[in-house]
C-alpha cells in the first residue's frame, strides 16, 4: 500500500471513531500516530514526533488568545453584561411582533462580540432570554431555535477562537481577518432577525408581543452596555490600529470585563475562582483538539495527500468558483456531524493549498481572507445543522418541554439565511474585503 492510499484511507478510519464517540482530539492523535507507524514503517518515529509535538504546536504565541478569549466571556457573564444586552434590546423591539426574538439575536450579537465562542454566547444568552420568550408566548420551537443560531455570532462576530485558529494554520494577520468578519456577521444578524419576521408571520399565534417601553427608560438600558461597545473598540480597534499585538489585546478585553464586573459586584473571589477554572477546562478541552490535528496533520503531510489532492483539483480544469462552491458544500455536511473547531482543524490543511493554487482574480492574502470568513460561515451553520447541531442540544437542553423535533423544524429558517448569506458572499466578495482593502 502506497503512502498516499495510507493517507486517504485515513479519513474513513477517522470517522468511525468519532461515531464511535472516541473525542475528536484522541481520534486525530491516534490515526496520526498510527498512520505515521505505518509509513515510516519504524516504531521509533511516531515517538519522536511525539517529543516535538508538543513544543512545536504551542509554542505559538497567537495561541495564547485562546484562554484570553475564554476568560473576556466569563467576566462578562459574571459581570451581568449578557443581560443588560438583552435588556436594552428588549426595550426597543420588544413591543413588535417577534420583538423579542429579535432582541434576542441582536443581544447575541452584541455578547459575541465580547465572547469568542458560540457555545459560550448560546449558554448564556439561554440562560437571560428563554425565561423572556416564555413569558411573552413564544413556542418552544422558534425561541430554542433563534437563541441556537443567535449563538453562532459568538465564533462570527470578532474577537472569535475559530478564527484565530484559522489565522494560525493559514498564516494569516489576525487583525485583517477580525475586521473582514464585522460585515459578515453584522449582515448574518440581519439575516436572522428577517428569519424571525418571517416566521411569525407564517405562524403568528405563536409568538407575543412586550409593552412599549418609555424613551427615557430605553436610554436608561442603553447607557448600561456602553461597557461591551468599549471593550469591542479597544480589542478590535487596537489590534487593527497596531497598538498591540492580538494576544495582548485579548489580555487587555479580560482585564476590562474583569473590571467591569467587579465594578458590578457580579466579580467575587468566587466567580473569579469559577472563572479561572471553567477557562482552564475549555483550554484545555480546545488544545488537546489542536494537538491531536497537528499530529493528525503532520502525518498527512507525510503522505503528500494536500498536496495530491489540489493537484488533482487542479487538473479536473474545473472553475475557480465550482471548487469553492464542493468544498464548502463538504462543510455543510461534515457540520452535521462534528464541531467547528475539529472541522477548521481537520480540513484548513487540505483545502487551503486548493484555493491558493485557483485563479480567483484576488491576491492570495484577499483569497485566504475571503475563504476564511466563507468557512467560518459555514462551520457555524453546522452548529445549527440537523441532526448534530451542538448550539440545538445545548439551547434545548435549557428547555426539556420542547421536543427537539420542534426546534428542528424551526431552525431550517435560520439555515436558509445562512445559505443566502454565503450565497450573497460568494457572489460579491467585496462585502468581506472592502475593511481591508
Not at 413588535?96 to 432582541?103: Q, S
Not at 439575536?105 to 425565561?131: E, K, N, Q, Y
Not at 437563541?147 to 498564516?171: D, M, N, Q, R
Request: aromatic residues 10%; neutral net charge; charged residues 10%.
Amino acid at each position: 500500500m502506497s503512502n498516499l492510499e495510507i493517507g486517504i484511507l485515513s479519513f474513513p478510519a477517522l470517522l468511525v471513531l468519532i461515531f464511535l464517540r472516541v473525542p475528536i482530539g484522541l481520534a486525530m492523535f491516534l490515526i496520526g500516530y498510527f498512520g505515521y507507524w505505518m509509513v515510516t514503517g519504524d516504531t521509533r518515529m511516531p515517538m519522536a514526533r511525539l517529543k516535538s509535538a508538543a513544543y512545536s504546536t504551542f509554542a505559538s504565541e497567537s495561541l495564547a488568545v485562546v484562554p484570553m478569549f475564554l476568560l473576556m466571556g466569563y467576566f462578562a457573564t459574571i459581570g451581568g453584561m449578557s443581560k443588560a444586552l438583552f435588556k436594552a434590546a428588549e426595550s426597543f423591539v420588544g413591543h413588535r411582533k417577534g420583538g423579542v426574538g429579535i432582541a434576542a439575536i441582536a443581544s447575541c450579537a452584541g455578547f459575541g462580540a465580547i465572547c469568542g465562542s458560540s457555545l459560550a454566547t448560546a449558554a448564556t444568552m439561554g440562560r437571560v432570554a428563554l425565561p423572556e420568550m416564555r413569558r411573552f408566548g413564544y413556542h418552544g420551537g422558534i425561541s430554542t431555535a433563534a437563541l441556537a443560531a443567535g449563538g453562532t455570532l459568538g465564533i462570527l462576530i470578532p474577537p472569535s477562537i475559530v478564527l484565530v485558529i484559522y489565522a494560525i494554520l493559514a498564516e494569516q494577520n489576525i487583525a485583517k481577518l477580525f475586521l473582514a468578519a464585522v460585515a459578515p456577521g453584522l449582515l448574518a444578524a440581519v439575516g436572522y432577525m428577517i428569519a424571525i419576521s418571517i416566521y411569525v408571520r407564517l405562524y403568528p399565534d405563536r409568538a407575543g408581543v412586550g409593552e412599549r417601553v418609555p424613551m427615557n427608560e430605553r436610554m436608561r438600558l442603553l447607557m448600561g452596555v456602553w461597557p461591551v461597545l468599549l471593550v469591542f473598540i479597544a480589542v478590535v480597534g487596537g489590534i487593527y490600529g497596531g497598538i498591540f499585538t492580538p494576544t495582548e489585546g485579548a489580555a487587555i478585553g479580560a482585564l476590562g470585563t474583569g473590571l467591569i464586573a467587579l465594578a458590578n459586584g457580579g466579580l467575587t473571589l468566587r466567580t473569579m475562582l469559577d472563572a479561572f477554572t471553567s477557562t482552564g477546562r475549555s483550554t484545555a478541552m480546545i488544545f488537546f483538539i489542536v494537538f491531536g490535528a497537528a499530529f493528525y496533520n503532520s502525518f498527512l503531510a507525510l503522505t503528500r495527500v494536500p498536496q495530491s489532492l489540489s493537484d488533482w483539483v487542479v487538473s479536473l480544469g474545473l472553475a475557480p468558483v465550482a471548487v469553492l462552491l464542493l468544498i464548502l458544500a463538504i462543510y455543510l455536511v461534515l457540520g452535521c456531524v462534528m464541531d467547528s473547531l475539529s472541522m477548521i482543524l481537520l480540513t484548513i490543511p487540505i483545502f487551503f493549498p486548493m484555493m491558493m493554487a485557483l485563479d480567483f482574480g484576488m491576491s492570495s492574502e484577499q483569497v485566504a481572507i475571503w475563504f476564511g470568513i466563507l468557512v467560518l460561515i459555514v462551520v457555524e451553520t453546522g452548529l445549527i445543522t440537523p441532526p448534530v447541531g451542538m448550539n440545538l442540544f445545548i439551547i434545548n437542553a435549557m428547555d426539556r418541554t420542547t421536543p427537539m423535533i420542534e426546534t428542528y423544524k424551526a431552525v431550517m429558517f435560520f439555515v436558509a439565511s445562512d445559505l443566502v448569506r454565503v450565497a450573497i458572499l460568494v457572489a460579491f466578495p467585496v462585502i468581506t474585503l472592502f475593511l481591508i482593502s
